[in-house]
């Protein structure tokens, strides 16, 4: 049984019916109507699976029959650089391969404002790390932005349907959950938060085996792109894919799953552990900066005794704190050489720290300690 790490050995899954009645019921949903697709893609194997069939659908259509096509990534800047860099080079090759053939593909990813991203909330308005019941992180950094970009293309054409690589044999709550929202011979959901956009998952009825076989039988893809890298990603860290959230009823990517390196949700990033124990150790540090975020989420004395809305309780991370993080943070980047916060984060906090305790430019000041020396534009505010 192939569960969510592949093997170099694949047993072949003889009925390949699964296949061709997801390219009739995909091609059915296509040309019925103008409705543009959004392919929803995360890196993972069944967003693969799912752009792969598409794309090979898109290739095989006379110019005619063709409509725009997007593919949205969600980036929250803090996703595992390996990850991060992995799926910024597949949309490049998917979208030269496009131009060259002629296909209205369009990639898109998606990032998080300063206002909404991770270290402008954790470290400049002194948010604690994420809980299970606190998970402030899944609305700012994922779901605001990526239903603003969707909206944008729904006033554009009217109605959009997404495409998801949810499949029922990942869990029965999943199963279930995908059932009760079908209401059509196409297989077709209603999207429960975002108006006019309708939901298609081509593989629901596909099981981990004959994704795998799929993948492993038709690699390289149709743009030309190589599965290798995305396969070992999942043999040296024995997770899954994270899936790209439109709502609140998907659950957290941390744990077992490809999602940011700075979860604090579960108890341990399996995904992360998985990578530094099959050579990759310059993750090291990583690691042992979530960790320490999870660890003093619960020190007391690092927590201001009222809310940022005034009312007594936990509330967020002192001055103190938000400085020794700061520092933290950019000495771990120090340590792997890779950026993991960008200038206009470290602006950002300046300008909240202004408003909240700070009058000595302290975020600056730390910045240029470890090098870092983020300068304004003229178009943005600075407030400094």
Not at 37 to 59: I, P
Not at 202 to 212: C, D, F, H, K, L
Not at 270 to 281: A, P
Request: proline share 6%; with cysteine; hydrophobic share 35%.
């Amino acid at each position: 049984m192939i569960d969510n790490t592949p093997n170099q050995e694949i047993k072949s899954v003889n009925d390949k019916d699964h296949i061709k009645a997801t390219e009739e019921l995909m091609l059915e949903n296509f040309l019925v109507d103008s409705r543009p697709w959004v392919v929803a893609y995360s890196g993972g194997k069944d967003s693969t699976l799912v752009l792969q069939l598409v794309y090979r659908m898109l290739l095989n259509l006379p110019p005619d029959k063709l409509k725009p096509v997007y593919i949205i990534s969600s980036d929250t800047q803090v996703e595992p650089p390996n990850i991060s860099s992995y799926i910024e080079n597949s949309l490049f090759v998917v979208t030269e391969h496009a131009k060259k053939h002629s296909l209205p593909i369009c990639a898109i990813i998606v990032k998080p404002g300063v206002e909404n991203g991770f270290w402008g909330n954790l470290i400049g308005k002194g948010y604690p790390p994420p809980t299970r019941w606190f998970r402030w992180c899944t609305s700012k950094m994922k779901i605001k932005p990526v239903k603003a970009r969707l909206e944008n293309v729904i006033k554009q054409f009217g109605s959009i349907i997404i495409l998801l690589g949810n499949r029922k044999a990942e869990s029965s709550t999943r199963g279930q959950n995908m059932q009760a929202r079908e209401y059509s011979s196409r297989k077709l959901a209603l999207h429960t938060e975002i108006p006019n956009t309708l939901v298609l998952s081509p593989i629901a009825e596909w099981s981990n085996e004959q994704v795998w076989e799929y993948l492993y039988n038709n690699n390289p893809s149709p743009w030309g792109g190589d599965h290798s890298f995305m396969l070992n990603l999942y043999r040296q860290a024995n997770g899954g894919e994270c899936p790209i959230i439109t709502d609140l009823n998907t659950p957290s990517c941390g744990g077992s799953r490809f999602g940011c390196w700075t979860c604090t949700v579960v108890k341990e990033d399996k995904s992360m552990s998985g990578f530094i124990e099959n050579g990759e150790e310059w993750m090291l540090p990583l690691n042992r900066f979530r960790n320490w975020l999870k660890e003093i989420r619960g020190y007391d004395h690092l927590r201001s005794k009222y809310k940022r809305d005034g009312r007594p309780g936990p509330g967020p991370f002192t001055s103190e704190a938000r400085t020794m993080i700061l520092e933290s943070l950019l000495d771990t980047e120090r340590s792997i050489g890779i950026e993991l916060i960008s200038d206009k984060e470290i602006l950002y906090i300046q300008n909240v720290w202004n408003e909240d305790f700070d009058f000595n430019f302290s975020a600056l000041r730390i910045a240029k300690r470890f090098n870092r020396q983020p300068r304004c534009t003229e178009t943005e505010e600075c407030g400094i």
